[in-house]
C-alpha cells in the first residue's frame, strides 16, 4: 500500500505541475489586426500589428479609462516576412501572439506584386488560425491598422465584425484565409478577395472610417482590379451569397414608386453545357422575398402588385449579375465564378483534353445565359403608406 502511495505521489508530481513552456497573458501581446505592405520595386516587407493592452482593453464597447489607448501599433521592416515580424521584438515590451488575431490586411502593391508570400506564411504558421479574415487595402495596409476605427473599443474587432454582417448590404465579399488559399490552389476558380477602404469622415476630428466595399480581383496569385459595391451586388447572387438582401424597385404603378423588397433563401445554380469547342453556362436565381416599404399610394390590387415586383425584381438582380459579369469576365477575363469548374463537373474528360489549358483565352467567349425567378409571398403590413395626405375637410 505504501508502494502504491509513494507511486501516485511521484505521477502527480510529474503530470500535474505547470507546463514548462507556459506563458502569463500579462506577458503577451495579442494581435488584433496585421498589415502587410511592399513598396513596388522595393524588396523589403513592412508589417504593422494592432496589438491590444490587457490593462486598457478591458471591454468590447466604450472608452479605455485613464485616456490609455486599448491598442497598441507598431511597425517593422524586413527581408522577408518573418524577419519584418520577428523586427518588431525590437521595440515591443511584449512576447506578440498571434491566435487572436482577426484579419490580415494585404497592401495594393503587395497584391499587385504577388500574394503568394502572404498566403504561405499565414498558412503555415501553426499559431494562425486559417478562418482569420483577409482583405485587400486601396493603398497601403498600415493606415488602416493604425486607424481608429469603429464602435467596439479595439478597432481590429470593428473590422472583425464588419465581415460577419456584410450579407446585410451586400456589396462586398467576406474572405477568410482558408477561402483564398482554397482559391489561390484550384485550377478552375479565381480569388475573390474581400476590399477594404478609408475614408475620413466630415466631423471636427476627421475621424477615419473603415469601409468594407467591393472586391478585388485576382489572375493566380496577383491583383489584377478591383470590382465596384454593385457589380460586386452581382457577383454575389452568383456566388450564393445574397442569403438576405435588399433591392429596390422603382417602376411599379403610374408613378413609378419605389419600393422595398427583402429578399430571403436566394439560390443560384451554375450549370455547363459542353456541346462544342465553346461551352455555355447557364445561371439560374430563385428567390423568395416580401414586400417591406411602399413610398407612395397606389390604387393596384395587390395581387397585381405582386406581378408587377416580382417582374421588376427579376430585371433588377439580371441587371446586377450583367453589372458584374462584364468586369470579371469582359474586362479582366478572370473566372471569379466557378464557371470552370462547371465545365469540369459537366465534362472531366473534355476539360482536360481540351480546355484546362487554354481556359483563359476560351472563358471571355463563354455565352451565359441568366434565368431569375422572384416569388413575392406578402405584401406590406399597410398597401397604402401612412403619409398620404388627409383630404381636405377631415380631421
Not at 500535474?16 to 520595386?41: P, Q
Not at 491590444?52 to 490609455?68: I, L, N, R, Y
Not at 453556362?281 to 397585381?304: F, L, R
Request: aromatic share 6%; proline share 4%; charged share 25%.
Amino acid at each position: 500500500m505504501k508502494k502504491i502511495t509513494a507511486l501516485a505521489l511521484v505521477f502527480n508530481m510529474i503530470f500535474l505541475t505547470g507546463c514548462w513552456d507556459s506563458r502569463e497573458i500579462n506577458e503577451l501581446g495579442l494581435v488584433m489586426a496585421v498589415g502587410v505592405d511592399k513598396k513596388k520595386g522595393s524588396g523589403i516587407y513592412t508589417v504593422t500589428a494592432q496589438i491590444a493592452k490587457p490593462s486598457s482593453a478591458s471591454g468590447q464597447g466604450g472608452k479605455s479609462g485613464g485616456g490609455d489607448q486599448p491598442v497598441w501599433v507598431g511597425s517593422a521592416e524586413g527581408k522577408t516576412i518573418f524577419e519584418a515580424i520577428r523586427n518588431l521584438a525590437k521595440f515591443s515590451s511584449r512576447r506578440i501572439m498571434w491566435a487572436h488575431n482577426n484579419i490580415i490586411i494585404i497592401g495594393e502593391s503587395l497584391a499587385e506584386e504577388d500574394i503568394t508570400p502572404v498566403v504561405d506564411f499565414f498558412t503555415e504558421n501553426p499559431e494562425l488560425r486559417m478562418k482569420t479574415w483577409v482583405a485587400i487595402a486601396h493603398g497601403d495596409a498600415k493606415p488602416f491598422i493604425a486607424a481608429k476605427t469603429g464602435m467596439e473599443n479595439i478597432p481590429g474587432i470593428s473590422m472583425a465584425e464588419l465581415f460577419r454582417y456584410h450579407q446585410l448590404p451586400a456589396e462586398s465579399v467576406a474572405t477568410d484565409m482558408l477561402n483564398l488559399f482554397r482559391d489561390y490552389k484550384s485550377e478552375t476558380i479565381q480569388p475573390l478577395v474581400s476590399a477594404l477602404t478609408l475614408k475620413t469622415e466630415n466631423s471636427p476630428g476627421g475621424s477615419n472610417q473603415v469601409e468594407l466595399e467591393g472586391a478585388a480581383v485576382f489572375q493566380g496569385a496577383k491583383l489584377v482590379g478591383w470590382v465596384s459595391p454593385e457589380e460586386t451586388r452581382g457577383l454575389a447572387w452568383v456566388r450564393n451569397e445574397m442569403k438576405n438582401a435588399i433591392i429596390v424597385t422603382s417602376g411599379v404603378g403610374k408613378e413609378k414608386q419605389n419600393l422595398s423588397v427583402e429578399l430571403k433563401g436566394a439560390r443560384a445554380k451554375v450549370a455547363a453545357q459542353v456541346t462544342g469547342e465553346i461551352p455555355s453556362i447557364t445561371i439560374d436565381v430563385t428567390a423568395k422575398g416580401d414586400i417591406s416599404e411602399i413610398d407612395s399610394p397606389t390604387d393596384m390590387a395587390m395581387s397585381e402588385l405582386k406581378a408587377k415586383v416580382e417582374e421588376e425584381s427579376v430585371h433588377v438582380i439580371k441587371r446586377e449579375i450583367k453589372l458584374g459579369l462584364e468586369k470579371v469576365q469582359k474586362q479582366y477575363k478572370c473566372d471569379v465564378l466557378g464557371f470552370g469548374r462547371a465545365v469540369h463537373i459537366a465534362n472531366k474528360d473534355l476539360w482536360y483534353k481540351n480546355m484546362a489549358d487554354k481556359w483563359e483565352d476560351v472563358y471571355p467567349q463563354v455565352p451565359v445565359i441568366i434565368n431569375v425567378s422572384v416569388n413575392i409571398e406578402s405584401g406590406a403590413l399597410f398597401q397604402e403608406p401612412t403619409n398620404i395626405e388627409k383630404k381636405s375637410g377631415k380631421d
